[in-house]
């Protein structure tokens, strides 16, 4: 148990619709990051977000976007929707330690 | 560019020792973790290395070398709970902030 928790844990979305998924981080947690994992690859990196502002990004479209609220809470929003964006969501706190706790994830899938 | 290459499957037998190789070209590097991921769920955290060296945690140890851009994980005395994927990630200071760059992942399959 790493005190992170997702949800929805699954989801079936068709192409072009929007998608919310969410996260809430352990208590203290101010970073958190949200990764896409395909099938057989390793999490890419998407976004990191410190105390509410985004904190670094990596090579996703904007129609990636984020927030998180002070409650330690995010959630990452996909617009859009593409066959391509079928994947497993994770979202990684992390306080001042160096360790990131990742939650269960969120399997989207894109039809 | 960024790059991390780790073998894609690796077989072994239960009591084994099994040794997975990483290296990584990256830049703004902050440390190397190693996760292990079961089917279907989250990473977990098994190590994190930031200074070249051993280092050594029950049945696992990792190292790593800075300047050849090498890191390996041990896993001793195997058990069949040990088949999963395991992921070299190197953390890269960015502009604002830290970001975990995935290999692919090794699948390793432990039999009896």
Not at chain 1, 27 to 34: A, F, I, K, L
Not at chain 1, 72 to 91: F, G, Q, R
Not at chain 2, 22 to 43: D, I, K, R
Request: glycine share 10%; hydrophobic share 30%; with cysteine.
């Amino acid at each position: 148990e790493t005190g992170v928790t997702q949800s929805p844990t699954h989801l079936i979305k068709t192409r072009g619709q929007q998608v919310t998924l969410r996260c809430s981080s352990q208590s203290g947690h101010n970073t958190v990051s949200w990764y896409q994992q395909a099938l057989g690859q390793g999490p890419q990196f998407i976004f990191q977000y410190y105390r509410e502002e985004e904190n670094g990004r990596g090579n996703f479209p904007p129609r990636f976007s984020g927030l998180q609220f002070p409650n330690y809470s995010s959630e990452l929003n996909v617009n859009a929707l593409e066959l391509d964006d079928s994947a497993l969501y994770l979202c990684a706190s992390r306080g001042s330690s160096y360790e990131q706790y990742f939650g269960p994830g969120t399997r989207l899938t894109v039809t | 560019g960024q790059n991390i290459d780790q073998p894609t499957e690796m077989t072994a037998t239960e009591g084994a020792i099994v040794q997975i190789n990483c290296t990584y070209q990256t830049s703004g590097f902050n440390g190397l973790f190693w996760y292990q991921q079961h089917a279907g769920e989250a990473p977990t955290f098994l190590s994190y290395n930031v200074l070249d060296g051993l280092e050594e945690k029950g049945r696992f140890s990792s190292f790593l070398s800075r300047s050849k851009g090498y890191s390996y994980l041990l896993l001793k005395e195997l058990q069949m709970k040990d088949s999963a994927s395991y992921l070299c990630a190197v953390a890269t200071l960015r502009k604002a902030g830290t970001a975990l760059i995935f290999g692919k992942g090794t699948t390793l399959s432990v039999s009896s």
